[in-house]
Nanobody, 120 residues
Framework: QVQLVESGGGLVQAGGSLKLSCAASGIARSINDMGWYRQAPGKQRESVVIITKDGSTNYADSVKGRFTVSRDNAKITVTLQMNSLKPEDTGVYYC??????????????WGQGTQVTVSS
């Protein structure tokens, strides 16, 4: 089982950039998917980007060309570089990691979230 803590959120003006980092503690036998999700007030959580075990990425259409994700399996970290931010990017961003724990049971871990606010 791993515990995740997001950082890097903040308040930026439209067109600005932020880099979100997800720090992990604990260990796992294997890591499958990693990703970032976000939730705006009054809306359900949505996928921003998923990066799979083989390195394939699946970005939401709304962020393609602006956001870039990377992962480090050894450190169990996932980073999201966000450029050309728009007000509609505002929300709480959550890191997610899933895989198989040392107990050989699957796990799906979430961070506590970090607030991203983009002003116009």
């Amino acid at each position: 089982q791993v515990q995740l803590v997001e950082s890097g959120g903040g308040l930026v003006q439209a067109g600005g950039s932020l880099k979100l980092s997800c720090a992990a503690s604990g260990i796992a036998r294997s890591i499958n998917d990693m990703g970032w999700y976000r939730q705006a007030p009054g809306k359900q959580r949505e996928s921003v980007v998923i990066i799979t075990k083989d390195g394939s990425t699946n970005y939401a259409d709304s962020v393609k060309g602006r956001f870039t994700v990377s992962r480090d399996n050894a450190k169990i970290t996932v980073t999201l570089q966000m450029n050309s931010l728009k007000p509609e990017d505002t929300g709480v961003y959550y890191c997610n990691v899933n895989g198989i724990g040392t107990s050989l049971r699957p796990f799906n871990s979430w961070g506590q979230g970090t607030q991203v606010t983009v002003s116009s």
